[in-house]
């Protein structure tokens, strides 16, 4: 089985689709999946799926919309038994089990996680190629082509969250291997479309200082500087404006007599 969620969703078992075209039931599919291997309570289903709104006998089509999954499951494993082996009934829900690489975000997690460890242990090579390795299972924005619930919504929220702090730490990480040069056109690039990210300004600018363009980190400052500003009324963060006082002040000592 393979499921992603870090980008359209989608489910496949032996390149078979799983997935129902009904959105409820596929909702339920994205919840159960980025739980797998755990129950999820039927309470949860129907809080991700009707909220509020839920009818006093949701549960009830709770279980249809499982039944459906199954039977979806049942024809592409060729084998209706077995789906009751993959999707299973627990006391008071339901949980997937599939391996931990079937599902991208585990495998995502997972990645983040083994990274971390690595930059405490002093392995910056290392960390890099796991943060990119992550980095890569993303093609979208998650759950894509669903509208998560509050469920859901939480979990989209927090990978979210993570996959920008996953790219600062690795191109943090890659600054400090000297890929200074390298990183300039895609820290170009995400500053224009992140234009009051100051953490990845501050990037930019040093991936520019230590390519021997301080101008040009003085000038990412001034323009970053000027939006915030004009936008919201705000100075840069006192770390971005010591960034810019630093890059100055060589500026200044290396510049012509």
């Known amino acids: ?51 509020a709104a839920a009818s006093p006998k949701a549960h009830i089509t ?16 060729g084998d209706p038994a077995a789906a009751r082996e993959v999707l299973v009934t627990r006391p008071g829900g339901y949980a997937l089990l599939t391996g931990p690489e079937d599902v991208d975000v585990h ?15 002093g392995d910056d090579i290392g960390a890099a190629h796991l943060f990119r390795t992550a980095l890569a299972l993303w093609s979208g924005p998650a759950f ?13 929220m927090r ?15 890659e600054l400090r291997l000297g890929a200074h040069e390298r990183l300039l056109p895609e820290l170009a690039e995400l500053t224009t479309r992140h234009p009051h990210d100051e953490a990845l300004h501050a990037l930019f600018m040093t991936a520019l200082d230590r390519s ?17 500003d004009e936008e919201f009324g705000l100075l840069p963060s006192p770390d971005l404006r010591r960034l810019e006082r630093e890059v100055r002040t060589r500026a200044a000592a290396t510049a012509p007599a």
Do not use: N
């Open 159 to 173: 990978l979210e969250q993570s996959r920008a702090g996953v790219l600062e730490r690795c191109l943090a990480t």
């Open 62 to 77: 709770v279980q249809t919309y499982v039944l459906q999954l199954r039977t979806s499951l049942g024809r592409a494993l």
């Open 1 to 51: 089985m393979k499921i992603t969620a870090l980008g359209p969703f989608s489910a496949t078992t032996d390149g078979v689709p799983i997935a129902p075209t009904a959105a409820k039931p596929r909702q339920i599919l994205a919840l159960l999946a980025v739980h797998a291997g755990q129950v999820v309570p039927v309470a949860s289903v129907i809080e991700e799926v009707w909220g």
């Open 212 to 228: 021997g363009h301080p101008q040009g980190a003085l000038a990412v400052y001034e323009t970053v500087r000027t939006r915030l």
């Open 144 to 156: 894509g082509g669903l509208r998560p619930g509050a469920v859901l919504g939480l979990e989209a």
């Open 107 to 121: 495998v995502y997690d997972r990645l983040c996680a083994d990274a971390q460890t690595a930059l405490e242990q």
